[in-house]
């Protein structure tokens, strides 16, 4: 088993930026992918980004390329998602999310995961 848990959402204006952070524990020995997801009200989750376990091979939906940008730091078991100049359709529940472990390529389809946070609310102002 392994448990996510993010952190960092919150209330921003249009351009401000925002990190949020994904702390990984429990059976984190074996390697794997991270991701990211979004769902906004009234809309299905969406893939936002995801990390490779061992060259750092990163994914991105097209609307966040370029301003927003994936990372991990193997020591902490975390993977951090650094979104600059954000847009109020950024607005949405984050949710970072592992497939099983063993799995070490960067995954942009949803069924891939299993292991899934509890969300992080961003809210973009205009």
């Known amino acids: 088993q392994v448990q996510l848990l993010e952190s960092g959402g919150g209330l921003v204006q249009a351009g401000d930026s925002l990190r949020l952070s994904c702390a990984a524990s429990g059976r984190t020995s074996s390697g794997y992918a991270m991701g990211w997801f979004r769902q906004a009200p009234g809309k299905e989750r969406e893939f936002v980004a995801t990390?490779?376990?061992?060259?750092?091979?990163?994914y991105y939906l097209d609307v966040v390329q370029g301003r927003f940008t994936i990372s991990r730091d193997h020591a902490k078991n975390t993977v951090y998602l650094q979104m600059n100049s954000l847009k109020p359709e950024d607005t949405a529940v984050y949710y970072c999310?592992?497939?099983?472990?063993?799995?070490?390529?960067?995954?942009?389809?949803?069924?891939?995961?299993?292991?899934w946070g509890q969300g992080t609310q961003v809210t973009v102002a205009s």
């Open positions: 999310a592992a497939p099983r472990p063993g799995i070490t390529t960067a995954q942009v389809e949803p069924r891939m995961y299993v292991y």
């Open positions: 990390i490779s376990w061992d060259d750092d091979t990163a």
